[in-house]
C-alpha cells in the first residue's frame, strides 16, 4: 500500500513497484487506515511523513495501537531528512525510512528484505 497525497508520487512509486506487488494507492493516511480497518490486507505499506488529512506520524501512531495491523512492516518515504524526524518515526514503528528523491531499485530491494523477514 502506497499512502502520500501527492500524485506524481504515487505514480511513480506503483509504475516501478507494479512490475513485482499489487499496489494499493491511498491519498491519505485516514483513508488507508479506513481501508486497513474494514479488511483490506497490505502485506506492507510506504507512507508519507508530510500529509494534510493526517501526517505519518499520526498515523504510525494509531496504526500501532491497533494490534491487528502492527505486524505489517511501514516504509516512510519523505524529503524530510533530519535525524530528530527519523528517529521519531523508528519510535512510532516504522521499520525503515527512506528519504525522497529515492532510487527505485534500492526501494525494491529495502522492500524484498523486509518481506523475507
Known amino acids: 500500500m502506497i499512502?502520500?497525497?501527492?500524485?506524481?508520487?504515487?505514480l511513480l512509486l506503483s509504475h516501478f513497484l507494479g512490475n513485482y506487488y499489487t499496489i494499493i494507492e491511498k491519498a491519505g493516511?485516514?483513508?488507508a487506515l479506513e481501508s486497513l480497518n474494514?479488511?483490506?490486507n497490505?502485506?506492507?505499506i510506504i507512507s508519507d511523513i508530510l500529509m494534510p488529512d493526517m501526517s505519518?506520524?499520526?498515523f504510525l501512531t494509531v496504526?500501532?495501537?491497533q494490534s491487528h495491523l502492527k505486524s505489517t512492516p511501514v516504509i516512510v518515504l519523505s524529503?524530510?531528512?533530519n535525524s530528530a524526524e527519523r528517529l521519531k518515526c523508528?519510535?512510532?514503528g516504522a521499520r525503515d525510512f527512506v528519504i525522497k528523491p529515492f532510487n527505485p531499485e534500492e526501494l525494491h530491494v529495502r522492500i524484498k528484505n523486509l518481506l523475507a523477514a
Open 79 to 81: 524529503s524530510v531528512e
Open 38 to 40: 474494514e479488511g483490506l
Open 56 to 58: 505519518g506520524i499520526e
Open 90 to 92: 523508528f519510535k512510532y
Open 42 to 44: 497490505a502485506d506492507l
Open 63 to 65: 496504526y500501532q495501537k
Open 29 to 31: 493516511a485516514k483513508e
Open 3 to 10: 499512502i502520500d497525497d501527492q500524485p506524481n508520487t504515487r
